[in-house]
Each structure stands twice: as structure tokens, then as C-alpha cells.
């Protein structure tokens, strides 16, 4: 078998398993700590999508974030309050608020990379910066949305048939979600247009000889990448029952890249393992010292220095972590 795929296996199944064992060990807070790694995979997935295969450096990416935390917050806040949102009444219905956070997130993403995506390097990665915190001090002013305080939610989106106040139910839910948005962009980094967008990586001259549109190839990739980013924050807003404008602040995009950077760019899978080590990380260090990120430091670098594949193609084994 493929030591790729086995590990990938190994993965899943321990995620599957994760509410068992926390039966078995009396231990509500394993499912909580796995919810969240999952959402934040979700987020590093998708932002790998850019920077991995579109070789895209984005630090705007914690903006979507932060929208489809957002969507969830407001719709719920103005429904509680007895409000209309444009004269729609809203409603609590996952299968209407989530679709619609990443709609909102891919809305903003088109305009965004609309207008980053006409310059590159550096001036495209202090754009998407600017962005990102454009729209963090947006939310800061809207004071009838909790300003910097953020925004607290009162239930969390439902969905037929399922009790997803439930913890374990919405671990499963969450798990689910991931494991489609991975196969979804599986199948496109492996669709011709996932082909084309890595030749753009590696020769842009060329593939532009060839016929291709950089522009359209990699607003194309954009967009979907803020919806995945933005499902993730409406998720999140759910986990949380809170929304904040942290959820948009660069910080949070550097976290993302972090989970990128240790588990492998270029990788679908990479960013799972690599938020799993993050948020492990993140855990145990915080127990020892609040100044964790120093030791994280010196862990990045080494990770960069020794495995520049990242932990998930160096598991592997292989050349290519696609």
C-alpha cells in the first residue's frame, strides 16, 4: 500500500474514533479539541489550494474567516432581535446560513483577488495584508454588532435530523464537511484546471505561451478558496457560539500558513496534519509557558531546515506530496 494513503488512513480513522475515545476516557475536551483542529484544517486546506498550488502567498486569507464567522453572528443576532436583514426575515437553517457564509466569502474573494491578483511577490502579499486588515477594523467599528467585543451566538444553525447542540454530533458534522472539501479539492488540483493553475506555479511564461489566462486560472482558485476559508468561519462561529474580529486579523492568516508550512505546501493533506501539530503544539507548550510561540519558532524553522516537504511529505516518504 501507498505509505501516503496509509497515513492518510491512520488519520481519519484516529478522527473517527475521537468521540470513543473520550467516552472511554471521561474526556469531553478531546472532542472539543478535535472540532476545532477540524475547522482549522478545513481553513488550511483552503488556503493551500492558493498557496501550495497557486503559489499565491495570501494573507488576507483570515478575512474570509472572519466573514463567514460573521454571517452566522449577524443573521442570528437579528433574528433573536426580532429583525429583518434587507427584508429577509434569516433564518437558523445550516443548510441556508452556511452556503450562504460561503457565498458572502466568495463575493468579497472575487473583489479581492480581483484587484490583488494584478500584481505579484511582495505588492500581492502586502495587499491581501491590507485587505484582510481593512476589513478587520470594519468589523471593530460595527458597534451595533458588539464591536471589538464581537458577537455572541445564541443557538448554534440546525440541521434536519440532527441534534447538533449535541458536541459529538457536531464533531461528525464538521469531520464530514472536511472530508468533502478535501475529496472536492483533490479533485480539482488533479482536474486539468488544477494542472494548469501548477504549471502557472512553475513556468508562468510558458503556460501563458501555451494559452492560458493566468488571471482567470488563478481568480478561479481565489474564490473557491475563500468560500472553503469562509464555510470554515461559519463553523467555527457555531463551535464558538461567538464571533470576533480576531477571526479576521492577520495573525490569524499566519496561523493558517503555519499549519501549511509543517505539514506540507503543495499538499492537500499536508495541512491537516500540519494544523494537528499546530493546535497539538499550541496545547502542551500553553500548559508549560504563555510565551509558547518562541518555542513554535525554532520548531518552524526546523521543520523548513530538515523537512522541506513538510511532516506529512516526509512521513510519505515521497517526492510529491500531491
Known sequence: MNRKYFIVGVIFLILLLVPFIADVTSNSFITNMATRFVIYALAAVSLDLVLGYGAMISFGHAAFFGIGGYVVAIIGFHMDMGDTILGWAGSNS????????????????LAMGFLSLRTSGVQFIMITLAFAQMLYFVLVGLV????????????????????????????????????????????????????????????????????Y????????????????????????????????????AWLKSGEFMAMIVLGGMGSIFGPILGAAVYLGLEQTLTAWTENWMLFLGPILVLVILYAKRGLFGWLAGSRSND
Open 144 to 211: 451595533i454588532y458588539g464591536g471589538d467585543d464581537g458577537l455572541s451566538v445564541s443557538v448554534r444553525n440546525a440541521i434536519p435530523g440532527l441534534d447538533v447542540e449535541n458536541s459529538t454530533v457536531f464533531y461528525y458534522v464538521c469531520l464530514a464537511l472536511m472530508a468533502v472539501w478535501v475529496w472536492i479539492c483533490r479533485r480539482i488540483v488533479n482536474s486539468p484546471f488544477g494542472m494548469a493553475l501548477r504549471g502557472f506555479k512553475q513556468n508562468e511564461r510558458r503556460n501563458i505561451n501555451l494559452g
Open 213 to 248: 489566462a493566468p488571471m482567470r486560472y488563478k481568480l478561479t482558485a481565489f474564490v473557491i478558496s475563500a468560500a472553503g476559508t469562509g464555510l470554515a468561519g461559519a463553523l467555527w462561529a457555531n463551535y464558538a457560539l461567538y464571533a470576533s474580529p480576531d477571526m479576521a
Open 94 to 109: 445550516a443548510l441556508i446560513v452556511w452556503p450562504l457564509a460561503m457565498l458572502v466569502a466568495a463575493v468579497i474573494g
